[in-house]
Nanobody
Framework: QVQLVESGGGLVQVGGSLRLSCAAS????????MGWYRQAPGKQRELVAS???????NYADSVKGRFTISRDNAKNTVYLQMNSLKPEDTAVYYCCRVTPFPWWGQGTQVTVSS
């Protein structure tokens, strides 16, 4: 059974930083592409960033230069470092094992106050 457990969400002021973590189990983590998605109230879930097993990354235009996705295969963990946070970054953030097929974490709330 795959498990993805997110942590690190919370309330932060505009311009602040947070680091999200997602600990994976029950999967061959080192070869899985992983991603962070977010869903704001009334909006569709959207891709924030993804990283392949080899470390190649991809970002949504809205977060380029502010967010960094990384992974530690020894710890089966993927991270999302979020800097210069804006109110529009407020959402529930979901960790996702992208390959071989999508598997989702339970989500963690990020709230950016102005």
């Amino acid at each position: 059974q795959v498990q993805l457990v997110e942590s690190g969400g919370g309330l932060v002021q505009v311009g602040g930083s947070l680091r999200l973590s997602c600990a994976a189990s029950g999967t061959i983590f080192s070869i899985n592409a992983m991603g962070w998605y977010r869903q704001a109230p009334g909006k569709q879930r959207e891709l924030v960033a993804s990283i392949t097993g080899g470390g190649s990354t991809n970002y949504a235009d809205s977060v380029k230069g502010r967010f960094t996705i990384s992974r530690d295969n020894a710890k089966n963990t993927v991270y999302l470092q979020m800097n210069s946070l804006k109110p529009e970054d407020t959402a529930v953030y979901y960790c996702c094992r992208v390959t071989p097929f999508p598997w989702w974490g339970q989500g963690t709330q990020v709230t950016v106050s102005s």
